[in-house]
Structure formats: structure tokens, C-alpha cells
């Protein structure tokens, strides 16, 4: 299979993924399940838990086509509320942390907006997920169309693994760009100050 | 005191502003605070309510300038997690709902990230708060610096109030711009269909 990290395949800012508990749920329940065929089921309610950021078209190549994208698409970053909670106190993502990226299209004219972007549908969601005895390098990602309802793993051989274990500032996630994260980690001492 | 809305004053879409329970406090709290002089305190914690949506350099006037500009910030829209709740239900806003709107810097250069946009630091908090008690109209305006630990409410007569009732698709907020929000006001039929 080939990476399908969306992140990677616009050429985009890997901004990390995880995943943890909905703020209506107990927060110590699992947020992400698998069917019978390891194949993660698509993940629900994750706009609930807590969001870190959105970015607008980043990307961490430089544009080689003479032209800009007419259409960015915005990345919204959530991880689910246990993880972030234990994060606050320790700085590091517990076992069982789950990020989910949500790749929006930009809409410029609707209702009264003139100027600017504004979020419309989706069109990708990407899961970053730390589960220490079911992947044998703590975390996976795992990606979905718009309409799937499940995914299976995105082979460890792929790009997104490499890219987000060279350039994450924090256990394979990209902490830098998450303003709350990144100033609870250099808090903590777990940000790596170079990335 | 003249309107200090960031989004009028910006020529920015007004992204409607609402107040609720952090995911982690007793979620009919009051999530907004006042002193004995009636301003309101800084919102804390509202990074983990429920996020809306965020927009990048939306305005609801067309440029004029002749040139577009080169640092658009992010409008990152919160709302407490007990109105978003009670919302869910019935596709109304609920007494003591609180929206933030945050507004943070773009950056295009950092870490590894070479186009597009990520977030910087705040610039600026808008407070958009039902009370029907506090407040006549119900619904009332703050704004606060970066450094502003109180506000006072934002005249009824300054513009944010006259656009966010004639624009507002619900009940004097920018649902139309949140993409779950609006799904949930269209099914409950709450949602002005023509704005």
C-alpha cells in the first residue's frame, strides 16, 4: 500500500496526529477501535476533544510549479482530552495518545466573507496513534478518505514515519507547531529545541 | 469607548463568539468571570472547550488597498463545552454560553515549514457572552489586549452588535461559518437559511 499521508502527498507541514478522550466520555476510554482485520475504524466525535491548531496550506517543500495553490486546504489538529490532559503534567504523550488531522477545503466567498478563508468540507482525515503493544514502534498512522469508514496501517516503510521521527520535536510529533504544546514542553524539558 | 472588534475593525468576517465548561470543570460552571466593576475577566482555559473552527484573514469587505495583506491572522472561534452540549440538543444557544474568538498570528518560516501558514502568537480576544440577566439584549461584547486582564463591555451602539444580529444565521452568531454548528442548527431548523 502506499503512504497515504496526506501530509506527506501535498507536500504539506506534518503537523502530528494523536488521540484520546471525548469531553463527554470517560476520559480514560479507548478513542480509536479496530475491527476484527486490525483495520482501525474511522474515528468519531474527535472534534470534541481538544484542538491544538490549524494551519493554511503549509507545506514543507518549496513550490517547484510556478504558481501558488488556488485552493489550500486548512489542517486542524486534535488530540483526544486524557492525552492532553497527562501531557500537562508530564510533558510526554501517554500510552494511547491519538491525533487527529481533519483536512478541510478554503472557501473565500459565502455568507457575508469577502476576503480570507473560511473551513469547508472535509476532505481527509489522518491518525496518528500511540498504542505500545499493538505497533511494534509505539506509533502508527493510519488514513481516511472522506467517506471510509475504516483504514488500514500505513506501512512503517513509508515516508510519514521517517519524516515525523526526524523532525518532530516530541516523540515523533510535531509539538512545534501546536502553540500550547510547545510552550507546556519546553516547560517540561521535552521539547527538542532544534526542530 | 469605541469598538475595539477585532473583526469589524479588521474588515474581518465577524466569527460569533460564545462562553462554556472547560472539558475538565463541572460543566455548568460559569465560564466567564467579572469583577466588582462589572469588566470582565480574562477567559482562561478556553483553549480546551470546544474549538469551532478556525479562518484565515476573513473580512467581510472587499480589499481596497490595491494589495493584499501580507500577514492575515487566524480566527480561531471557542465555545464553553455545556452551551455546545445543551446546543446539541436543541440547536439553540443556552443561557451562560460563551464564545472566544482568538486571533493569532500567521507564520510562514519555522522548523521545517517553507508555504502556507501556521499559527503565531495571540493578538488579540474577543468574548461574545449570553447572560440574560447582566446584559438587556442578552448577548454583550468584550475585547481584550494581549496583555489585558479585564475588559470593559463593548457599547451596544459600536457596529459588532448591529452586524451580528443582521448577519448572524443564529440567534446573533456567525453559525454559518462553523461547519458542525451549522449542520446540527440546519437539522434542528434553528438556522437562518438566507445568511
Chains 1, 2 share one sequence.
Not at 470534541?48 to 518549496?62: C, F, K, Q, R
Not at 504558481?67 to 492532553?84: K, M
Request: proline residues 6%.
Amino acid at each position: 500500500m502506499k503512504c497515504s499521508c496526506a501530509l506527506r502527498r501535498r507536500g504539506a507541514a506534518p503537523f502530528a496526529l494523536l488521540c484520546f478522550a471525548s469531553v463527554f466520555a470517560a476520559p480514560m476510554l479507548a478513542q480509536v477501535n479496530y475491527n476484527a482485520g486490525n483495520r482501525m475504524l474511522r474515528p468519531v466525535n474527535y472534534r470534541e476533544w481538544i484542538w491544538l491548531s490549524s494551519g493554511y496550506g503549509t507545506a514543507y517543500v518549496p513550490e517547484t510549479s510556478g504558481r501558488e495553490d488556488p485552493n489550500p486546504l486548512f489542517h486542524n489538529v486534535f488530540v483526544n482530552s486524557a492525552a492532553y490532559r497527562a501531557f500537562l503534567q508530564t510533558g510526554k504523550w501517554p500510552d494511547k495518545t491519538v491525533f487527529v488531522l481533519e483536512l478541510r477545503a478554503s472557501v473565500e466567498k459565502g455568507s457575508i466573507n469577502q476576503r480570507g478563508r473560511f473551513q469547508g468540507e472535509v476532505q481527509h482525515l489522518e491518525v496518528h496513534v500511540k498504542d505500545e503493544r499493538r505497533f511494534p514502534n509505539k506509533w502508527a498512522f493510519f488514513s481516511f478518505s472522506p467517506t471510509a469508514s475504516a483504514a488500514n496501517m500505513i506501512p512503517v516503510t513509508q515516508d510519514c514515519y521517517a519524516c515525523h521521527e526526524q523532525h518532530g520535536a516530541l516523540d515523533t510529533t510535531f509539538a512545534q507547531f501546536y502553540p500550547t504544546v510547545r510552550e507546556v514542553a519546553k516547560r517540561k524539558g521535552t521539547l527538542k529545541p532544534d526542530r
